[in-house]
Structure formats: C-alpha cells, structure tokens
C-alpha cells in the first residue's frame, strides 16, 4: 500500500458546531465487528488490520466530531466516498 499523508488544519478537540464553516475531513473505517473514525488514513488503515478481520475505509468530507447516520457499514447523508476494502494477511 502507498503511503498516503492527509494534513488537517483544525483540532479536532475544539470543533464549533456554530462555525460550520471549520469543517474538513476524516477517514471512516468499518467491518462486521466494529468502525473507527480518525483524520490521519494511516491510523485508520492500522487500527482495522489489527482487529483481524477485512474492512472498509471511507473518506468523509466533514469534520470528524460531526454526525451522521450509519447504515450497513457506511457514513450516510454526508457523501462519504468509498476508498477500498482492505484484507488481513
């Protein structure tokens, strides 16, 4: 896999709901046992290949304390883009 680097300009500890205007980006990582959310893909990428089972990773253009809906494994309603479905070695 290629090392990708996504660098934020925000905190993702300090978002303002009132100030919508912050929003960026995060990576969604889900399999049939669990999900994980974080800006950095790498971590994301790491943290699922850990749980032992194939996930899937998407990129989702809001803020990463934002909401949304998720159904069968996937962010809802924030046109989250679908990057791949990664298998365990």
Known sequence: ???LTFE???D???YDKENPKEIEHHFFGSSA???YTDVDF???HKYMAKRGYSFNIYFVPVHAKASY???N?????VDAHYLGTY???
């Open 73 to 77: 494994y996937a962010p809802q309603g």
């Open 1 to 3: 896999m290629s090392k």
């Open 87 to 89: 298998h365990v070695d």
């Open 42 to 44: 790498q971590k994301v």
């Open 33 to 35: 046992t669990e999900w």
């Open 12 to 14: 993702t500890k300090s």
């Open 8 to 10: 934020p300009s925000y």
């Open 69 to 71: 809906d998720i159904m």
